[in-house]
């Protein structure tokens, strides 16, 4: 399992700028293998680990050190600063500051890693049916080996192609598998896709048009994304943006010691690393209520 994991994360993050920009590459293949490595791993934490630990009363059996820990998981905790000497009594005011995104991760990370590659997959599938292969014709041209073939035959494939979008006999289907040079010799071309429908309504300027729209689409996932962990990670009154906001302004406007200990403060605000539970057990027709600490 770790060898395919391994073997998939260095084909994804290969980076070939000759096909795409490095930005298309780091939003597609970097980012996406990012989040399905932590995906597996948050998911092999919840099944083959405790995902959870619980500083219970000393008077706890196995069975209820059990109890609290499945119950703890399951409805959640919420977090308190070290600073609060007493604990809010009302029940609401202290689900205003739930954590609801533990038990989640796995799945935000699959959803993440989709957002970002579906756009690269709308390129894939949308520019195939334009009949020529960009990535493959950009490739090509950037070998030096029999350099000056190569571009004879792309600039014969781009004539080839300009024509038939020209000639309004054009037929609807052109078998391209095999390609005729000038010397009436045929030679296999692998610049065009074979039995591509050309369809004289697609616009002059699709591939401009399509590459564009794919790159918005790239910004409005990353502005949509911002705003979804945003919703996901507050707590209370801090959320995940004004998060960042804040360590940029703590890193470049304060003195080593404010840095330390403001970022400590924010980091804890989203990402706690002690939380806190609150059930009931009922025993002998009484109902004993427990708040316990999770150290993460």
């Known amino acids: ?24 590459q780091i939003h597609y293949q970097i980012t996406f293998t990012v989040l ?6 948050s998911t092999s934490l919840q099944f083959y680990a405790d995902p959870i630990h619980c500083v219970q009363p ?21 977090f308190y600063p070290q600073t609060y000497t007493r604990l809010p009594m009302n029940k609401h005011e202290r689900l205003q500051h739930t954590l609801h995104y ?21 390129w894939i599938s949308f520019y ?20 000056p073939e190569i571009s004879r035959r792309i600039a014969k494939e781009i004539e080839r192609y300009l024509m038939c979008r020209q000639l309004a006999q054009c037929k609807k ?20 896709l074979p039995n591509i429908s050309f369809r004289i309504r697609y616009h002059t300027y699709y591939l401009v048009i399509l590459y564009l729209l794919i790159k918005l689409i790239y910004i409005i996932n990353i502005i949509v994304q911002v705003v ?19 360590t940029m302004k703590y890193l470049f406007h304060s003195s080593i010691r404010e840095r330390i200990t403001e ?31 999770n150290p993460r």
């Open 263 to 293: 970022l400590s403060y924010q980091h804890q605000q989203l990402f706690p690393f002690v939380t806190l539970c609150d059930f009931h057990i009922r025993e002998l027709g009484q109902d004993h209520f427990y708040t316990i600490e």
């Open 173 to 192: 289907k052109l078998l391209l598998r095999n390609v005729t040079d000038d010397n009436h010799q045929t030679t296999s071309s692998p610049l065009l």
């Open 228 to 246: 979804l962990l945003d919703t996901i990670l507050s707590t209370g009154k801090y959320g995940f943006v004004r998060f960042g906001f804040d």
């Open 1 to 24: 399992m770790a060898d395919t994991i391994l073997k998939l994360s260095r084909s994804l993050l290969k980076i070939d700028t000759h096909k795409d920009f490095l930005s298309d």
């Open 128 to 147: 195939k049916r334009n009949g020529l292969n960009p990535g493959l014709i950009v490739e090509q041209g950037n070998k030096f080996d029999d350099k």
């Open 36 to 41: 399905i490595i932590s995906a597996i791993a």
């Open 58 to 78: 000393a008077q706890f059996t196995d069975g209820y050190t059990s109890f609290a820990r499945t119950l703890c998981w399951l409805n959640n905790t919420y």
């Open 102 to 122: 533990y038990q989640w991760l796995p799945f935000i990370y699959i959803i993440q890693a989709s957002f970002f590659i579906v756009p690269h997959l709308l």
